[in-house]
């Protein structure tokens, strides 16, 4: 079964800075586009960061120059080095794993429980 365990949330004053890790099943993660994905109260669910399983990144613009992704295929691991924090910051981050696998190249997207992240102005 394929877990995302999120971890490294909380609550952080404007302009500081948080690190979350994502640790991921093993069977799925060097295969993977990476990505972390936020919902702040009342708003939908939007992307922040990917990695392929490449190296490859991508960011949102409100995100750009703060934040970084990376990832350590050794550990199954990604991690969204969260510089600068905001207010607008505030939301529940989401792990996300996506791919094909198989003879069939099925599609896989799976997701993580998420972590509450908080920035007080």
């Known amino acids: 079964q394929v877990q995302l365990v999120e971890s490294g949330g909380g609550l952080v004053q404007a302009g500081g800075s948080l690190r979350l890790s994502c640790a991921a099943s093993r069977s799925i993660f060097s295969i993977s586009t990476m990505g972390w994905y936020r919902q702040a109260p009342g708003k939908q669910r939007e992307l922040v960061a990917t990695i392929t399983s490449g190296g490859s990144t991508n960011y949102a613009d409100s995100v750009k120059g703060r934040f970084t992704i990376s990832r350590d295929n050794a550990k199954s691991t990604v991690y969204l080095q969260m510089n600068s924090l905001k207010p607008e910051d505030t939301a529940v981050y989401y792990c996300?794993?996506?791919?094909?696998?198989?003879?069939?190249?099925?599609?896989?997207?799976?997701w993580g429980q998420g972590t509450q992240v908080t920035v007080s102005s």
């Open positions: 996300n794993a996506k791919g094909t696998r198989g003879p069939w190249s099925a599609q896989y997207d799976y």
